[in-house]
C-alpha cells in the first residue's frame, strides 16, 4: 500500500505538467460566438423620442448612426415632432401605453426609445503624484522617483426605455453608468491633462455599445487551443485553418481521428488531441451538438482545462444560438402578426367604404337624405362618377 501512495504522488505531478505543457506548446485560436439581442427582438424601424439633459445630443447622434449602419429605419426626433404636429399630438418624456399606440398608429409598427440623461459630466484632477521605485543602471543603485498624475474622468448616468408601438407594453426600462477616465504621467513637474471631451466620448461610445447589444446581435469572440502536433497529422490540419481554409481544416482533421483511431501506435495522448481538434472544428462551424461530442470523447481519453474551457465554452455558445433561433422565431411570429392586422384592416376597410351601390340601396330604402349624406360624410367613399353610374 505503501508503494501505491509513492506511484500515485508520482504521477499527479506528470498529469498536472502535461496539462501545462498542452497549453504552452499549443496555439490559441480565436472561435466567434454570437450573442442574440439582449431584449430578445427584432427591430425594422426605431423612433427616438426627444432626449432630455446634457449631452443627449451627441448620444443620440451615435445612437442613430450605429442603428442606420445596421439596416432599422430611424423617425429621429424631428420628423417625429413633425408627424406628430400634422395630427396635433404633442410629446414630451415617458409616453403611456395609449399614447405609444396612437402613435404606432401613426407611423406603423416601431419601437420607440426614449433617453434621459441622468448625469454627464467630467472631472479633472491634477494634482495627483506616487512615489515610484526606480533602478538606476549606472550607479547600480535604487532611488524614489515622483511621478506626477493629471487624470480626466467623465460620468455618464443614463436612463434608456424601450416601448413597443403596436401593443404599448415596455420592452426594457434600464438605467446604465460610467465613470471611464484617463490620465497623463510625468516625471518633470505637472503634466497636461487629458482632453475632456477625447474621455467623454470614451463614455458616449460604451453607452451606445451597450445599447447595440440590446437591440442586435453581436460577437465573442473566445480565445482556445487547436493541437498542432506532428503525429497524427495535426499540424497540417492547423496549418489550413490559419490560413483560413475551413473545409480542408476540417477534413483534414476527419481524416486525422480516423487514422489516429487505426493505428495502434498512437497513444492515447495524441488521439484525445485529434477529437479534440475535430471537435474544435465544428464548434467554428456552429455545429456545437457534435463538437461537444468530440470534446467529451477526448476528456475521456486525456482529462484536463483546455478541453474542459473548450466544452464550457461550446455549451455557452449552444445556448446562446438556441435563444438567438427563439429570437428569429418570434420576430417571424410578430411578422406574421402585423401582416394579418394589415389584411383584416384592409377588409374592414372595403367593407366600410360607401359606394355607388350603398347610396342607392339607402336610397331604395327609403332612409333620410339627411342620414345618407351623414354616412358620406362620415365614411370612406368609393365613388364611380361617370356619366352611366351618376343617371343609375
Not at 492547423?238 to 483534414?252: N, P, R, S, V
Request: overall charge positive.
Amino acid at each position: 500500500m505503501k508503494n501505491l501512495h509513492i506511484l500515485i504522488v508520482l504521477i499527479l505531478p506528470l498529469i498536472g505538467f502535461g496539462q501545462v505543457f498542452d497549453a504552452l506548446s499549443n496555439p490559441k485560436i480565436s472561435v466567434d460566438i454570437k450573442h442574440p439581442p439582449g431584449l430578445g427582438l427584432k427591430i425594422d424601424k426605431v423612433v427616438f423620442n426627444p432626449a432630455t439633459g446634457n449631452c443627449s445630443n451627441q448620444i443620440i447622434d451615435g445612437l442613430i448612426t450605429d442603428f442606420i449602419s445596421n439596416n432599422v429605419e430611424v423617425i429621429d426626433r424631428v420628423n417625429l415632432q413633425t408627424i406628430l404636429a400634422e395630427q396635433n399630438f404633442n410629446l414630451s418624456g415617458y409616453v403611456d401605453q395609449n399614447t405609444a399606440i396612437s402613435i404606432g398608429k401613426m407611423i406603423g409598427p416601431s419601437a420607440m426609445i426614449t433617453i434621459k440623461i441622468l448625469k454627464c459630466s467630467t472631472d479633472v484632477k491634477n494634482n495627483l503624484y506616487v512615489d515610484e521605485k526606480k533602478y538606476n543602471s549606472k550607479t547600480k543603485k535604487k532611488y524614489i522617483a515622483r511621478a506626477y498624475i493629471a487624470r480626466t474622468t467623465a460620468y455618464l448616468k443614463a436612463s434608456i426605455q424601450t416601448t413597443d408601438l403596436t401593443t404599448g407594453r415596455i420592452f426594457a426600462s434600464r438605467v446604465l453608468e460610467y465613470s471611464p477616465s484617463k490620465e497623463n504621467k510625468s516625471y518633470n513637474g505637472i503634466p497636461e491633462a487629458p482632453d475632456k471631451f477625447d474621455v467623454q466620448e470614451l463614455a458616449f461610445s460604451k453607452f451606445v455599445l451597450d445599447v447595440h447589444k440590446m437591440f442586435f446581435s453581436w460577437i465573442e469572440s473566445a480565445d482556445l487551443h487547436f493541437m498542432d502536433s506532428k503525429k497524427g497529422g495535426l499540424r497540417d490540419a492547423f496549418k489550413a485553418l490559419k490560413q483560413g481554409e475551413i473545409e480542408k481544416a476540417l477534413e483534414l482533421s476527419k481524416r486525422n481521428l480516423e487514422f489516429c483511431k487505426n493505428n495502434p501506435e498512437i497513444k492515447d495522448k495524441t488521439l484525445a488531441h485529434a477529437y479534440y481538434n475535430l471537435g474544435m472544428m465544428f464548434f467554428i462551424k456552429n455545429e456545437y451538438g457534435n463538437a461537444i461530442n468530440l470534446f467529451k470523447e477526448s476528456q475521456k481519453l486525456r482529462k484536463g482545462q483546455i478541453t474542459k474551457d473548450a466544452i464550457d465554452e461550446c455549451q455557452r455558445a449552444q445556448k446562446l444560438a438556441e435563444e438567438m433561433k427563439r429570437v428569429d422565431d418570434n420576430a417571424d411570429l410578430e411578422i406574421q402578426k402585423i401582416k394579418t392586422a394589415n389584411e383584416e384592416a384592409k377588409k374592414e376597410q372595403v367593407k366600410n367604404t360607401v359606394t355607388n351601390d350603398d347610396v342607392i340601396s339607402m336610397t331604395e330604402q327609403k332612409l333620410p337624405t339627411a342620414l345618407i349624406m351623414q354616412k358620406i360624410k362620415t365614411s370612406s367613399c368609393n365613388f364611380n362618377v361617370s356619366t352611366d353610374e351618376l343617371i343609375k
